[in-house]
Nanobody
């Protein structure tokens, strides 16, 4: 079974920051586009950001552009999401995933998620 383990979630006030991490199996990480997704309470899965295998190309949803930064460490098989200027609407369970095919939007395999709560 493919392993993707997210961490770093928590409760922060609006305007705060969090850094999410995702430890992945090398077999699915090193040569694949990886992404972050989230699911707000009562809503469907939403794509947040993706990064190509080499780290050179990054994509962001409009809702997080300028506030979130995706990165990866291919030596450590770890994906990151730095989240700044957090808003209440960023609340949700965040998942990292191997992106399907040659695109950058759709997840193929994902982890168990980490909960991010933004509240004062």
């Amino acid at each position: 079974q493919v392993q993707l383990v997210e961490s770093g979630g928590g409760l922060v006030q609006p305007g705060g920051s969090l850094r999410l991490s995702c430890a992945a199996e090398r077999v699915i990480f090193s040569t694949n586009t990886m992404g972050w997704y989230r699911q707000a309470p009562g809503k469907g899965l939403e794509w947040v950001s993706s990064i190509h295998s080499g780290g050179g190309r990054k994509y962001y949803a409009d809702s997080v552009k300028g506030r979130f930064t995706i990165s990866r460490d291919n030596d450590k098989d770890t994906l990151y999401l730095q989240m700044n200027s957090l808003k209440s609407e960023d609340t949700g369970v965040y998942y990292c995933a191997k992106v399907a095919g040659n695109g950058y939007r759709y997840p193929e395999v994902w982890g168990q998620g980490t909960l991010v709560s933004i509240s004062s």
